[in-house]
């Protein structure tokens, strides 16, 4: 593939950035309803995406890529219009007279960089926001997701002119090569020891940044949830694109009396949701590089040197990049998979006797993106939800966080920086700019050298009041 031009990319948006900052509500949504317009009209080629890039079943791709993507542009049409209203203040009583306003204002020139494991939702779904905030934008999704960024680059050049939106395809050193620009506002969705690259590199420009990353999101099963159950629904959660879900539960706690029952919880749902052979079935998705397979299963082998019991319902197969899901029990706790984000389907299982011990094995990892919890007692849960902390916590679901409109998406340190979704996601791309007007007569002035006698007084009482 030719290598684009990325200084004059980074140009072409920079020169447009100021007119589209300017654009009016009605224009911004006309824009996004072309964009909802052109996901129906394109449904049947995100779906062939899909499934030649991660062997995608299409349910998963209408739920998971083109639904979040729809939903936030309805979200936006409906209440675009009020965030960008500029946001009264009252005045403290030494700022009389005056007006204060807040305007929430476009950043400019924006770079949304994505992965590959919803290629489509990861892109779309920050651009609605920059669109919506009168961003410019330049979109580079994942080399990893091949077939879904050719279909990106067709959809948007069918919905936006050049110098509104572009997609820049490639891999790493075209990542790097825009970075090198000084864009206006940098939103990153990857993993976090690339983040903390980026955020290196856009440190040099002084760029914002928003960081949406990965970590470990653990699920701590209650005592009395019902061990099999729990068992069951982490099945069907890690099942979901193969356990390449950034709000994946990566493992599990469980009580040490409660283990056995959610093991075979855990073999009974894999069987309920897959089959017997699950790399026969359509629905099961597989890993999206052979890369990443011989990660999986490298980390796999280390577990079961260590000791590690192991239990697999197939075979995996590198030729088809088929992994099945995975349950590992008594995995030592220095290897990989205990360690590191496992971002496939395996799923490490730990015992606690006290619920302390759960929340001290999650504190001692770096903050989840999510903290699950499957438990009928509030009391139990609420206290875990103040001992941790976390971008997120779901009880007795997995992932429905995401879906909520308004809730505020993102991690913390590792697991992120920075909020997407609703007004959050709007303020992200935008610049909170201060206005404060002065009426006609100002008593500033009152208050400048020389100090006099009766200024000195007048000081003494506006020092009396802050
Ligand atoms: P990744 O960090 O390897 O790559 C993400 C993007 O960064 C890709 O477009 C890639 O081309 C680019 N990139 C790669 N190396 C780069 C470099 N040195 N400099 C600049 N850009 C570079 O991540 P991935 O493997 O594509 O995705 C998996 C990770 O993403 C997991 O950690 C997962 O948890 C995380 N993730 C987070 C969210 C979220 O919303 N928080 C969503 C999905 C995935």
Redesign the pocket.
Same mark, same amino acid.
Not at 113 to 118: A, I, L
Not at 140 to 144: A, F, I, N, Q, R
């Given at each position: 593939m030719e290598q684009p031009n990325l200084e004059s990319i980074f140009a072409q948006l920079q020169a447009s950035a100021p007119v589209l900052g300017r654009r009016r509500a009605a224009e911004r949504i006309a824009r996004l309803r072309s964009l909802k317009k052109a996901l129906h009209a394109h449904r049947a080629e995100a779906h062939a995406a899909l499934r030649a890039d991660l062997h995608r079943a299409e349910p998963d791709t209408d739920l998971n890529e083109l639904l979040p993507v729809t939903s936030t542009i309805d979200y936006v049409v409906k209440h675009l219009r009020t965030w960008m209203r500029p946001e009264k203040h009252g005045l403290p009583i030494t700022l009389i007279p005056g007006s204060a306003e807040v305007v929430y204002e476009s950043k400019g020139a924006v770079l949304i960089?994505?992965?590959?494991?919803?290629p489509i939702n990861?892109c779309l779904v920050p651009l609605v926001y920059a669109v919506a905030a009168g961003n410019s934008v330049a979109l580079?999704?994942?080399?990893?997701s091949p077939a879904t960024s050719a279909f990106l680059t067709k959809l948007i050049a069918s919905v936006f002119p050049p110098e509104e939106v572009q997609v820049v395809e490639g !891999?790493?050193e075209v990542?790097?090569g825009l970075?090198d620009q000084p864009w206006n506002h940098l939103f990153?969705? #990857?993993?976090?020891?690339? !983040?903390s690259?980026?955020m290196a590199?856009a440190a040099r420009h002084l760029t914002s940044v928003t960081l949406?990353? #990965?970590?470990k999101s653990p699920v701590i099963v209650h005592p009395k949830f019902g061990a099999e159950t729990a068992g069951n629904r982490v099945a069907w959660a890690k099942g979901l694109n193969a356990g390449q879900?950034?709000?994946a539960p990566d493992y599990a706690l469980v009580r040490k009396d409660q283990r056995e029952a959610f093991i075979a919880g855990f073999q009974t749902g894999v069987r309920q949701y897959y089959g017997a052979r699950p790399a026969e079935n359509p629905d099961f998705a597989h890993i999206v590089h052979e890369r990443h397979w011989d990660r999986l299963e490298a980390w796999v082998e280390e577990a079961r040197a260590g000791g590690a019991e192991i239990w697999q319902i197939d075979r995996p197969d590198r030729s088809s990049k088929y992994y099945p899901l995975t349950l590992v029990w008594d995995a030592p706790k220095d290897i990989e998979l205990s360690c590191s984000?496992i971002?496939g389907p395996i799923l490490p299982v730990y015992t606690y006797i006290e619920t302390a011990d759960a929340i001290a094995h999650v504190e001692s990892g770096s903050r989840p993106?999510v903290l699950y919890q499957l438990s009928h007692d509030r009391a139990w849960s609420d206290g875990i939800t103040a001992a941790t902390r976390a971008g997120a916590t779901v009880i007795n679901d997995f992932f429905l966080h995401y879906m909520h409109p308004s809730l505020p998406?993102?991690?913390v340190n590792t697991?992120?920086i920075g909020k997407?979704h609703g007004l959050w996601g709007f303020r992200e791309f935008t610049n909170a700019r201060s206005i404060y007007r002065r009426g006609r007569w100002s008593p500033t002035m009152l208050l400048a050298p020389p100090y006099t006698e009766w200024k000195r007084k007048l000081i003494a009482m506006v020092a009396r009041w802050l």
């Open positions: 960089v994505s992965p590959w494991n919803f990861l580079k999704p994942s080399e990893l !891999g790493v990542a790097k970075l990153f969705t #990857g993993s976090p020891k690339i !983040g690259q980026v590199t949406e990353l #990965g970590g879900v950034c709000i984000e971002f993106l998406f993102g991690g697991s992120g997407s």
